[in-house]
């Protein structure tokens, strides 16, 4: 898959209200889940105990954290556009979120992204991004929000 390049506020307002594309899928691992939740203190079992959670919990298995699966946004996006020119780039906003589907272990998703707005704000895009987690085999999505980053551009 090839990504799209942007280089200025201009090129970035072209892609308004456009379809920026479907990643590769991603495979969530129970090690990449064990990092997270060393990372973040969180170790529910639900999560790091496969053998307690095959036999209580409802989906037969360990599932990823759901901030787990947020925080692969950087990690997607950067697989679909690629943003140059840049001072920096802000994480700015999450909006409108809803998790809909637990993410069982060693299930891929991937990430399908629509540039809803953007706006400029004296020189810095703001860039509202629509988002929309897929895991295979499944009808309903892991999540769906809107994302906001602020791109200063040189």
């Known amino acids: 898959m090839s990504s799209i390049t942007i280089s200025s506020l201009a090129e970035l307002q072209q892609y308004e209200g456009q379809d920026l594309g479907i990643t590769p899928w991603h495979t969530i691992t129970q090690e990449q889940i064990n990092q997270f939740a060393a990372a973040t203190l969180d170790f529910q079992w639900i999560h790091t105990d496969p ?3 095959a036999a209580e919990s409802p ?4 599932i990823a954290h759901g901030y787990l699966t947020l925080s692969l946004l950087p990690y997607f996006w950067n697989q679909l556009v690629q943003v ?7 994480n700015y906003e999450i909006e409108s979120f809803r998790f809909n589907q637990a993410v069982l272990v060693n299930t891929p998703v991937r990430l399908h992204a629509k540039l809803l707005a953007v706006k400029d704000l004296r020189g810095i895009a703001k860039a509202n991004i629509g988002v929309t987690m897929e895991i295979e085999g ?3 999505p892991a999540y ?6 602020l791109y ?3």
């Not at 989906?59 to 360990?62: A, D, E, K, S």
């Open 51 to 53: 053998v307690r959670a």
């Open 59 to 62: 989906f037969g298995g360990t």
């Open 84 to 90: 140059e020119n840049l001072k920096m780039q802000v």
């Open 138 to 140: 499944n009808k309903k």
């Open 144 to 149: 769906t929000g809107v994302i906001t980053f």
């Open 152 to 154: 200063h551009f040189l």
